[in-house]
């Protein structure tokens, strides 16, 4: 079993003995329909890992604090869903270019107060960002969270997290990619 087999088993387990915030049961899985949806709406690929969570783990409802976001629909927790929240994001960036949404970096599960864990899609790894809107500009708003996906759901099971208790005052990098990844949104 490789190493990713064996975090897909642990994340599995964990998803069906533990229910998020406002998520009643684990939902489905998406089908490859739902997927490739996704994809033809975002405009790119979901990196392998975060494509297997959805296709084999659930449709949203596990992972740390308010688990992960559903991918195209609106789940019974009342958040937004994957897909439409990053549309959302990009049309709001556009229409005020001092808080730009950058290309490829997907929401995908809500800390409150406007932030998010996000994915950047544009590296199969998916390095996880912390998008925190509570900043004075937008580019202090945006934290390297985790290298990748699997380093970020490895913290979340191993309940290493910034966000448990035992680790707030763990300090983030700032994201150094943001005016490059938003540069040009701002030109065009």
């Known amino acids: 079993m490789t190493e990713i087999e064996q975090l897909l088993a642990r994340v599995a387990s964990e998803a069906r003995n533990t229910r998020p915030w406002g998520w009643p049961s684990l939902p489905e899985p998406v089908d490859a329909a ?69 290309e490829g970096i997907l929401p995908i599960s809500h800390w409150g107060c406007g932030m998010y864990a996000c994915v950047d899609c544009h590296s199969p790894e998916g390095p996880v960002l912390l998008f925190e809107p509570n900043a004075d500009e937008a580019d202090h708003a945006w934290y390297v969270d985790a290298p990748d ?10 309940g290493t997290g910034w966000y448990e208790e035992s680790n707030d005052s763990t300090d983030m990098a700032s994201w150094p990619d943001f005016r490059i990844r938003t540069a040009a949104a701002q030109t065009s």
Do not use: C, H, M
């Open 34 to 102: 739902a997927l490739s949806r996704a994809k033809a709406a975002l405009g790119f690929a979901l990196p392998p890992l975060l494509a297997a969570l959805y296709l084999r783990i659930g449709d949203g409802g596990f992972g740390p604090e308010y688990g992960l976001l559903p991918l195209l629909d609106g789940p019974l927790s009342g958040e937004p869903a994957v897909v439409p929240q990053y549309l959302a994001n990009r049309e709001s960036g556009r229409k005020d270019p001092d808080w730009p949404w950058p």
């Open 149 to 158: 996906l699997t380093t970020w759901l490895t913290a979340w099971l191993d």
